[in-house]
């Protein structure tokens, strides 16, 4: 269960970030790579994980015309990513396109980043998402299914979304469509959502059917990070058991 467990590590101080993956180092396999860590330490920084066996999302939310957006994949792929974002906001070409460049890259099945899509963000809330978009005909959980379906019919191997558009996507796209769901807060954090609007326990996101959970800083600025980490893999593996003896 703990290759379902994707720690992200938003923090601009490599040393800091050696820390951490040393401190979670058997435990934790899977990490995601956003903005901050990408933009200071650049590829570096995804060597550094891959050249350890870790596995990577690389969580740069591509958003930009089809052809930009194609060559920026072909980059990734080079890298070795394991999980790759793109916005679904930036429409159908621009996602097809993407998965024309990871299908036409001559590599091995196994070996090929899954494409991401990138829902709402899970800070939004229905008030938020009115002040973005103005008076959409769609509401937010509309707008994620409708996204959702977006990114399949494009070919994108899942989506990233809130835990509580989980049950609706798995309906709407089928079991083998990816679910990585950000704002997870752990079952005795529940207080403290931080800058998350849409949030689920880690044993309600699996019940619910997400594959990948992302957890930040409930990991990363605990007093004792790895006990942190093997709590929160506690509560995946009683929500994984709960749904794997349902009738």
Do not use: W
């Amino acid at each position: 269960m703990n290759e379902r467990l994707i720690v992200p590590l938003d923090l601009n101080d490599m040393g800091h970030i050696k820390k951490i993956v040393e401190q979670l180092k058997g435990l934790v396999m899977f990490y995601k790579i956003g903005s901050v860590p990408f933009t200071y330490f650049g590829p570096d920084i995804v060597g550094f994980l891959k050249d350890d066996g870790y596995k990577v999302m690389l969580d740069l939310k591509y958003h930009d015309i089809p052809s930009v957006i194609a060559r920026a994949c072909e980059g990734a792929l080079k890298m070795g990513v394991d999980l790759l974002t793109l916005h679904t906001s930036g429409g159908f070409s621009m996602l097809e396109e993407s998965v024309k460049a990871v299908l036409s890259s001559g590599m091995k099945k196994e070996e090929k980043p899954k494409l991401l899509g990138v829902t709402v963000l899970t800070n939004i809330d229905e008030a938020y998402y009115k002040d973005i978009f103005g008076d959409m005909k769609r509401s937010l959980v509309e707008q994620v299914k409708f996204l959702a379906v977006l990114a399949r019919s494009a070919g994108l191997d899942g989506v990233v979304a809130s835990p509580q558009e989980v049950e609706l996507i798995r309906k709407e796209c089928g079991k083998d469509f990816l679910i990585v769901t950000p704002g997870i807060r752990p079952r005795d954090d529940q207080a403290r959502v931080d800058d998350q609007a849409r949030t689920m326990t880690p044993k309600e996101a699996m019940k619910a059917g997400a594959d990948y959970i992302v957890v930040g800083r409930p990991i990363l600025k605990a007093a004792n990070p790895r006990e942190a980490a093997e709590k929160i893999i506690e509560e995946i593996e009683d929500g994984y058991r709960e749904v794997t003896q349902r009738p």
